[in-house]
């Protein structure tokens, strides 16, 4: 028993470190695109951004290694939650590091494709980005709930608030997109219109990104009882 509950907290604990880092990552593109458009201090930003990711990447290595190393005198034969599901966990958290890398690689291409920040279409793109911290906020309370389901026998866990707010916002995400892009078309003022394009799009990838983790929450929890990630359309129904 003592075991079992050692592997699960360690679990708990690292992954919550892992979802800090990345909602500190994610936060900071925002500031960046602010302090871009106002001739501030960006560059710095996007050195912090990149430096963030880096420790999210040890991060998750290091979670990954929790779980592979990990044989059923660690991880305890009551958490077979974790046994049954330890490929689709890995496959999770490799797919939840693409968030830090995605938001450092758009900071990135701000920096090299110097886009003008006085028109509509970056506004939007700044836009977009807040919502992305948003969602990245409500992810990590989502993504700590669903660990804690897995790595304790006994636990229940409902999800589906945490994730359909997430959904909402990834639309309002591709509503912003569509007016970004289209925009930076229908403006002859707006020099090239690509360059947004292709922007709005990698932001757009980010919040894919975070509604696709969602996903995968709803897959494993569809065969654990005790996690509720989607809500009972008969249920609703009545």
Do not use: W
């Given at each position: 028993m003592s075991t079992d509950?050692?592997?699960?907290a360690r679990l708990e604990s690292r992954t919550e470190t892992y979802l800090d880092r990345?909602?500190?990552?994610?936060?900071?593109?925002?500031?960046?695109?602010?302090?871009?458009?106002?001739?501030?201090?960006?560059?710095?930003?996007?050195?912090?951004?990149?430096?963030?990711?880096?420790?999210?990447?040890?991060?998750?290595?290091?979670?990954?290694a929790l779980i592979t190393d990990a044989g059923p005198d660690d991880i305890g034969l009551l958490n077979t939650r974790i046994n049954f599901n330890e490929s689709a966990l890995l496959?999770?958290?490799?797919?939840?590091?693409?968030?830090?890398?995605?938001?450092?690689?758009?900071?990135?291409?701000?920096?090299?494709?110097?886009p003008d920040a006085g028109v509509d279409s970056f506004d939007d793109m700044r836009e977009m980005a807040t919502r992305i911290v948003e969602?990245?906020?409500?992810?990590?309370?989502?993504?700590e709930r669903f660990v804690r389901g897995l790595a304790r026998?006994?636990?229940a866990e409902t999800l589906t608030e945490g994730i359909e707010a997430i959904r909402d916002l990834e639309s309002e995400c591709d509503d912003l997109r569509n007016d970004a892009i289209e925009t930076a078309f229908a403006d002859d003022e707006t020099?090239?219109?690509?360059?947004?394009?292709?922007?709005?799009i990698l932001l757009d990838e980010l919040a894919n990104t975070v509604e696709d983790l969602t996903d995968r929450m709803v897959v494993i929890a569809s065969k654990e009882p005790g996690?509720?990630?989607?809500?009972?359309?008969?249920?609703?129904?009545?």
């Open positions: 509950a050692g592997f699960g990345i909602d500190d990552c994610v936060a900071l593109l925002p500031r960046a695109l602010d302090e871009y458009a106002e001739d501030g201090p960006f560059r710095e930003t996007v050195d912090e951004i990149a430096a963030v990711e880096s420790e999210c990447d040890e991060l998750v290595r290091d979670l990954r496959d999770f958290y490799n797919e939840l590091d693409v968030v830090a890398n995605h938001t450092e690689r758009t900071a990135q291409e701000v920096t090299m494709m110097r969602m990245v906020a409500l992810l990590g309370d989502v993504v026998a006994d636990a020099g090239q219109p690509l360059v947004y394009r292709e922007l709005a996690i509720v990630a989607e809500a009972d359309p008969e249920a609703d129904g009545k």
